[in-house]
Nanobody, 125 residues
């Protein structure tokens, strides 16, 4: 129903910036929420930032508040994550997720998203 393709990952020095993008295709009109999640080796997947598709509300992990910004370009069906002042602990595989044709109660619950991209690696040195 929906395909998600991330881009923009790479290596960046601490204190630098990076912008991730997630291009959505298919039946995107059915997407109710988008999220960026990350998983570092040996750690559980955690939400980085998430947003309702209508932009009513966003959610950020405490560790990225004030540094990262999530937004959705509806015309391009593309989700973005601007990462500023990155830290070593931001190193992880970053995944884009979408909740399609389902109501979700919690933006930060990975189990409530039913479509996922393949991920893009972010390495901070």
């Amino acid at each position: 129903h929906v395909q998600l393709v991330e881009s923009g990952g790479g290596s960046v020095q601490a204190g630098g910036s990076l912008r991730l993008a997630c291009a959505a295709s298919g039946r995107t009109s059915g997407i109710n929420a988008f999220g960026w999640f990350r998983q570092a080796p040996g750690k559980e997947r955690e939400v980085v930032a998430a947003t309702w598709a209508n932009g009513d509300r966003t959610h950020y992990h405490d560790s990225v508040k004030g540094r990262f910004t999530i937004w959705l370009d509806n015309q391009k069906d593309t989700l973005y994550l601007q990462m500023n002042s990155v830290k070593f602990e931001d190193t992880a595989m970053y995944y884009c997720a979408a909740a399609w044709d389902k109501d979700i109660s919690s933006l930060d619950d990975a189990n409530q998203y039913n479509y996922w991209g393949q991920g893009t690696q972010v390495t901070v040195s």
